[in-house]
């Protein structure tokens, strides 16, 4: 049962370029978040979905897309990446029943030069 | 709108001795709480979770937290360190009126000695 997964765990990358972060999960979740993890931060909400094709602003959703054409899957792309995105970034999912415990991915360290 | 305050950035502990990571929280409706907790290079993991039954509630790993509504306060205690629970530790809240997302906390960073 591979639960949630995130892809690639580790990107470098250039100021301007597009990069898209994956994440999948098996179990069928409703929900699913994207965040991103700063020194001095915690984790701030960048969008969230509730369904297919659902998808709504979190904290800090400037610079990012998202889309969710399966239930499965909910990739996040940075359009032109800049060096202020450079962060970690994990994904989370929740039931619908339990909508406010949210289960984590592994995360992705993203550099961006 | 929902808010939570971790006090201690760090907290230090030798092994052995009591663990207390303190949070303070602020919300319109009755909360959900929780503790998450981060080992290096790792995810979240769910440590514990109030959402309206005891206000006393245990973990896993030996960990527990009393939901004090008077103090707005949820602390995170250990009765015994031990060295494999340094990592850092989030308090996150919740509003439990309808669909809410997560608010985290900054983190604690508990550092435990031999």
């Known amino acids: 049962d591979a639960g949630i997964t995130q892809s690639p765990r580790y990107k470098i990358t250039e100021t301007g370029r597009q990069v898209t972060l994956m994440c999948h999960q098996t179990?069928?979740?409703?929900?699913m978040f994207w965040y991103r993890q700063d020194l001095g931060h915690g984790l701030r909400l960048i969008y969230y979905?509730?369904?297919?094709?659902?998808?709504d602003k979190g904290e800090v959703p400037d610079g990012y897309v998202v889309s969710r054409s399966k239930t499965e899957n909910f990739p996040l792309t940075l359009e032109s990446a800049t060096r202020s995105q450079t962060s970690v970034y994990f994904c989370?999912?929740?039931?619908?029943?339990?909508?406010?415990?949210?289960?984590f991915g592994p995360g992705t360290r993203l550099t961006v030069l | 709108a929902q808010s939570v305050t971790q006090l201690d950035s760090h907290v230090s502990v030798s092994e052995g001795t009591p663990v207390l990571l303190r949070c303070n929280y602020s919300?319109?409706?009755?909360?959900?709480l929780f503790w998450y907790v981060q080992h290096p290079n790792k995810g979240l993991q769910l440590l514990l979770k109030?959402?309206?039954?005891?206000?006393l509630v245990k973990g896993i790993n030996g960990f527990e937290a009393e939901f004090k509504k008077s103090e707005t306060s949820f602390h995170l205690t250990k009765p015994s360190a031990h060295m494999s629970d340094a990592a850092e530790y989030f308090c996150?809240?919740?509003?439990?009126?309808?669909?809410?997302?997560?608010?985290f906390g900054k983190g604690t960073m508990l550092l435990v000695s031999p």
């Open positions: 989370a999912t929740s039931s619908a029943s339990s909508y406010n415990e949210q289960f």
């Open positions: 179990w069928s979740h409703s929900y």
């Open positions: 979905s509730a369904a297919a094709d659902i998808t």
């Open positions: 919300s319109s409706y009755s909360p959900s």
């Open positions: 109030y959402t309206s039954a005891a206000t």
């Open positions: 996150v809240v919740s509003d439990r009126s309808g669909y809410s997302t997560l608010t």
